[in-house]
């Protein structure tokens, strides 16, 4: 299984971002796939996860701001990105976890830089 993220960039404060991330390999239809992300010197958090039924889960800082919302048939997962301030600055990591195995597999990461 390969998880291949796009989308990152450098955008000004107040602007959008949208970030995607397709799955590739055999992956077990009844998952969560999300984003985390990890500032530097900061610890990884979690930002937005979503499940194979379309349910989801923000992070108190994003909430509001960034949507997450997936593709089953392509196994993709995207994260729309508004509203961006300096402290979303981070590497963003997206993932899928197999409910029954469970196993996680994560993408390679794309670096988000929001400047004032």
């Known amino acids: 299984v390969q998880l291949q993220a796009s989308g990152g960039g450098l955008v000004q404060a107040g602007g959008s971002l949208r970030l995607s991330c397709a799955a590739s390999?055999?992956?077990?239809?009844?998952?969560?796939m999300g984003w985390y992300r990890q500032a530097p010197g900061k610890k990884r958090e979690l930002v937005a996860t979503?499940?194979?039924?379309?349910?989801?889960n923000y992070a108190d800082s994003v909430e509001g701001r960034f949507t997450v919302s997936r593709s089953n048939p392509k196994n993709t997962v995207y994260l729309e990105m508004n509203s961006l301030k300096p402290e979303d600055t981070a590497v963003y990591y997206c993932?899928?976890?197999?409910?029954?195995?469970?196993?996680?597999?994560w993408g390679q990461g794309t670096q988000v830089t929001v400047s004032s």
């Open positions: 993932y899928v976890r197999e409910r029954a195995t469970p196993t996680t597999y």
């Open positions: 390999g055999n992956i077990l239809s009844n998952n969560i």
């Open positions: 979503i499940t194979s039924g379309g349910t989801t």
